[in-house]
């Protein structure tokens, strides 16, 4: 439980400056951290939503606002409580996040005639548009990742997270 | 890019609610997200922070607490600098955890010799004693994490990322 671990560059980096000021130890033990996989995945988690977020910014969307019109353009009448549940956002978050995108132009929401209180969502043109910029940036991004984990570890990952 | 994805257990629950009321379709497509690494290592980080927040409440710590108490546990003598690198906080957040940490007597900051601007730090017995007892409550939430996940899957994504 207490395994020294291969740190990141930055841990190195620091670790060698105190090597020098203080001589001695040559790694930062993680302990019992080590085999926690909740710690190794919220330091990528973070390294993807940074690098997102980025790459997003200069379209001006935020990753959430993305994965809407991906799913939303994915599936012709999608409802509200679906596409909540398909993304795992609160209710509450999503309807303001709907009311943005729809505000800008990029999504509508037409009332069903099956259900009265069904509003099915659509992408309008501008939000088509909007989402194939968006694809070229996130391309970039993902590109980006596959070289930080290397190719065949971003795929065994994929794998197997795809039916969590 | 738009193949349609294994639906969880929620998604299909809702999914098939719908099938009910307006018939027809299987599945929510994914769309672009199906090949999007960081959307799937969300669902999984959401999935264990909740979880984990949930298991150490209990004792009253948060995640990032057990984090601080794990590593300082593990490293004589660890400079703030350097426990902020190895964990990803920023300096101010993780301040203000030291700050909270020491105030309930679970840590104490040494001044060093050799530096007097360095405080190396260090747990208390109480510190410890926490630190036991959270480990068990974290070892419940490490086995529901490896049997949502299947323990052959949870060794695959552990191993992948140990060097990230």
Redesign the interface.
Same mark, same amino acid.
């Given at each position: 439980m &207490?395994r020294a671990? %291969?740190? &990141?560059a930055? $841990?190195l980096a620091?670790?060698n400056q105190?090597s020098e000021? !203080?001589g001695s =130890?040559p790694t930062? @033990?993680?302990? $019992?951290?080590?085999?926690? #996989?909740?710690?190794? +995945? =919220?330091?990528?988690?973070?390294?993807?939503?940074q690098d997102?977020i980025r790459t997003l910014k200069r379209i001006n969307i935020s990753?959430a606002q993305f994965?809407v019109l991906? +799913?939303v353009? $994915?599936?012709r009448g999608?409802?509200q409580?679906?596409l909540a549940? &398909?993304l795992?956002i609160e209710r509450a978050r999503l309807a303001r996040l709907l009311h943005r995108l729809e505000e800008r132009g990029a999504i509508r929401r037409l009332q069903?005639s @099956?259900?009265g209180r069904r509003h099915a969502l659509q992408l309008t043109q501008q939000g088509r548009t909007t989402l194939a910029r968006a %694809?070229i940036q996130?391309a970039r991004h993902?590109k980006r #990742?596959t070289e930080?984990?290397g190719a065949e %570890? !971003?795929q065994?990952? #994929?794998e $197997?997270? =795809?039916?969590?």
């Open positions: &207490t671990r %291969k740190p &990141t930055s $841990a620091s670790r105190g000021r !203080h =130890r930062i @033990a993680l302990g $019992a951290l080590n085999s926690h #996989l909740g710690y190794f +995945v =919220r330091r990528l988690q973070v390294w993807i939503f997102f990753p994965s991906v +799913v353009g $994915a599936n999608l409802s409580a679906e549940t &398909t795992g069903s @099956a259900d %694809k996130v993902q #990742l930080r984990l %570890k !971003h065994v990952i #994929l $197997a997270l =795809r039916d969590f």
